[in-house]
């Protein structure tokens, strides 16, 4: 096959994979305590720990764990939040957004169903720069109803102007979540956060984790510095009207400021790896030093394509896993820069866009690379719906696929769903 | 009852905005403002208030203001109130705050009733007030559940064989009382000084208040625009729209009982009865007299009147 070797360059972008730049983050945190956490746990006692004002909230499985946990930190006065149990979702996030504009910090928790209610709130929350911070547990959506994990929640609003994270598990999802808040706030960024993880998976599951103590995550984390809020002292008016002449305005500002949040996303992220050990940004990439085939996902399902990549490095195959953080804004930059030498990519989709040419995320990638010059076949696979087992041999069977189509260059299927009855 | 002199002469509410000559709902809310006791915020859904007077890059008003949609101010009001406790307890700010969640008949009424329901549940410190217009008039007067029976509107026409709006209007001030809140009033712009006194008590009271004022509109009815508060005053003396209060669960009512006026005298400066008025409809109209009869003899019973 023809291939052109490294014909995209970035420019002016900072490596995802280099050193963290020496003049972030002087500060480190003095202590680290390990525990044992459920996803739905860490999330919780993040948002406990970064002091939010206000909750407001309506429980869903498998988000419950959470409202659980905070309903305790608050029934024990462990909290100074104000806890608002909403009657719906559409109520919980119209709160929020009331809360927000208040100059208040503001957490919440859905899944599924509850984040689709939220969905004309959602946008009302990014257009007024609430820099609210929301975690999704992701949850199949209705119908048929199904409570297990897949991204067909988050992915039926991607486009409602938050930035959007997903975590792996549970330490994870703890280390977003802060992080998440200082990124929302920053004032150049003003704008919502979804922080996802995947149901029961990460949600449910326990496992050892680190958590900061309260005193670390205050140095890490100042109360929030609102740049405007409703308030008598300084009378203004939020939500007006903006007809023709200006409707198109605020709109193209909005996706500035998230374009531009990148930055944000990784100052936060490298100061957080200075303070905690534990680096984040856009993406964590697993062997694309040398990688022919990589596969490309989001979330708990991560874990498993870098369990079984390791087996097939150490059997000597060329493969490699790209795991993106941060989903909105797309990286697209920083993800041609970590493709670049591949030859081929597997991008697995854990929900179905239905009628489209791909899934989702699949959809993204193409269009990053359309007009590189960069010729990297493409295989997109369907996974996991409505919490479908994906087992390290059907992994297995994908970097064997993804692999063939490295060296013959022939994509056998557009779109393939893997473990499906016919 | 406050006199006209003794009203304060600020204006929160500015002149200036786009609603229409003779418009109900805007007197409503200027003269609502009117019993503020303080800084106050304005929670408004979406409708002829709220898209009428902050059209970007003006606004009408001269307090802070908040819309962000139809169906949610009982959230985002409530939202607000937290936000205020929680920063206060943090000391990040200091003073009461009074906050008015404004909205439309079909705002309250319909798609904004849940949002209310969970707001009076919850207990949050804020005054609701709904002008009641009795249909949909921003989007170009379809039918609300605050509708009356017989009303003609572009979505209950007084067709050949219907004869406009079919079913009751919704007991609103029933719907909120029974969340067992301290008060709950009905008022109307026709007789102003109840109404403001109604909506400073509904300040003044710890916890949730509605406070449902009508506020005729003379696009949707089909009325003179001069004529706006005689109908707001006419709906009252007809018994269709009774004034009262209900303070702990207790009515009381905030006009003695007289004489009632004919409603056909209230029908006949309205074009969307104008139906009901045709020999074909005597039937109807004389159903829909006999129900408001009844209507107005069981919010007597509540009130503890004698009912003749």
């Keep these: 096959m023809s291939r052109r070797k490294r014909s995209y360059k970035t420019q ?7 050193e963290a730049p020496k003049h972030i983050g002087k500060i480190k945190a003095s202590s680290q305590i390990p525990g044992a956490y459920t996803g739905d746990e860490a999330a919780a006692y993040a948002a406990k720990q970064c002091k939010v004002d206000v909750v407001a909230a309506y429980p869903i499985t498998p988000q419950t764990i959470i409202v659980e946990r905070f309903s305790d930190y608050v029934a024990d006065g462990e909290v100074d939040t104000k806890y608002l149990y909403a009657e719906s979702e559409h109520s919980a996030m119209s709160a929020c957004v009331g809360a927000s504009l208040a100059g208040a910090r503001v957490f919440t928790a859905t899944a599924s169903q509850g984040l689709a209610l939220m969905h004309e709130v959602l946008y009302l929350a990014s257009g007024l720069r609430c820099p609210i911070v929301m975690a999704v547990v992701n949850r199949a959506l209705s119908a048929p ?6 991204h067909s929640d988050m992915m039926g609003s991607r486009d409602c102007g938050w930035i959007q994270i997903y975590a792996e598990n549970a330490q994870e999802t703890y280390d977003l979540i802060i992080q998440a808040f200082k990124i929302a706030e920053e004032e150049t ?3 919502p956060v979804t922080v996802n993880l995947d149901g029961f998976t990460v949600s449910h599951a326990t496992e050892s984790m680190k958590v900061l103590s309260d005193e670390d995550v205050d140095k890490f984390l100042p109360p929030r510095k609102p740049i405007f809020k409703v308030d008598p002292e300084t009378p203004i008016t939020v939500g007006a009207m903006a007809l023709p002449e200006y409707y198109y305005e605020v709109k193209r500002q909005q996706e500035e400021a998230i374009q531009k949040s990148k930055s944000v996303v990784k100052t936060v992220g490298d100061e957080y790896g200075k303070f905690t050990g534990r680096r984040y940004g856009f993406m964590e990439t697993f062997g694309l030093e040398d990688a022919d085939a990589a596969i490309m996902c989001l979330g708990s399902t991560c874990g498993t394509v870098r369990s079984v990549a390791k087996d097939l490095r150490a059997k000597g195959k060329k493969v490699g896993l790209i795991k993106l953080w941060m989903y909105r804004p797309f990286p697209t930059e920083e993800f041609l820069s970590a493709v670049e030498d591949l030859k081929a990519l597997a991008v697995m989709d854990r929900a179905i866009s239905f009628g489209a040419p791909y899934g989702a995320l699949c959809s993204d990638v193409s269009s990053a690379l359309q007009n590189t010059g960069m010729d990297i076949r493409i295989l997109n696979m369907i996974y996991g719906l409505g919490g ?3 087992p390290p041999t059907t992994v297995r069977d994908v970097f064997d696929e993804v692999l063939k189509t490295a060296k013959t260059g022939k994509v056998k299927e557009r779109i393939r769903f893997l473990d499906v009855r016919d | 009852m406050v006199a006209l002199k003794d009203l304060p002469k600020e ?3 500015a002149p200036g905005h786009r609603l229409c000559a003779g418009c109900g709902p805007s007197i409503s809310v200027r003269m ?3 019993a503020a006791r303080g800084p106050t915020v304005v929670v408004n859904a979406t409708g002829c208030v709220e898209v009428s007077t902050t059209i970007y890059p003006y606004t009408a008003w001269r307090i802070p203001w908040v819309h962000t949609l139809f169906e949610n101010i009982g959230a985002v009001a409530g939202g607000l109130e937290y936000a205020y406790e929680a920063l206060e307890r943090r000391g990040q700010r200091k003073g009461k705050v009074d906050i008015i969640a404004l909205g439309g008949d079909g705002g309250t009424f ?6 209310l329901s969970g707001m009076l549940e919850r207990g949050h410190d804020v005054v609701y007030i709904c002008y009641d217009n009795e249909a949909y008039m921003n989007t170009g007067i379809q039918r609300s559940g605050a509708t009356p029976r017989g009303a003609a509107t572009t979505t209950s026409p007084a067709g050949k064989v219907i004869p406009g709006k079919r079913g009751k209007k919704k007991d609103l001030a029933g719907i909120c009382a029974a969340h067992g809140i301290s008060y709950v009033a009905t008022a109307s712009i026709g007789f102003f000084g109840d109404y403001i006194d109604k909506v400073r008590r509904a300040i003044e009271v710890e916890g949730p208040a509605v406070v449902h004022v009508l506020a005729p509109c003379p696009l949707g009815w089909r009325s003179n625009p001069a004529d706006t508060i005689k109908l707001a005053k006419m709906a009252v003396q007809t018994g269709l729209f009774p004034i009262y209060e209900i303070i702990d669960g207790k009515y009381k009512l905030s006009l003695k009982p007289g004489r009632l006026i004919p409603l056909e005298e209230y029908l006949k400066l309205q074009g969307r009865f104008s139906h009901l008025l045709k020999p074909e409809f005597k039937d109807e109209l004389e159903s829909i007299k006999r129900e408001v009869e009844d209507e107005y003899k069981r ?8 009912v003749t």
């Design chain 2, 11 to 13: 204006e929160p509410y």
């Design chain 1, 145 to 150: 109803i199904n409570i297990h994990a897949d």
């Design chain 2, 299 to 306: 919010i007597l019973g509540l009130a503890g009147e004698p």
């Design chain 2, 110 to 115: 319909d798609i904004g009733i849940q949002a």
């Design chain 1, 388 to 390: 479908r087992d994906t």
């Design chain 2, 32 to 34: 609502a403002l009117k």
């Design chain 1, 189 to 191: 960024v003003q704008l």
């Design chain 1, 12 to 18: 002016g972008v900072v490596s995802y994979l280099g």
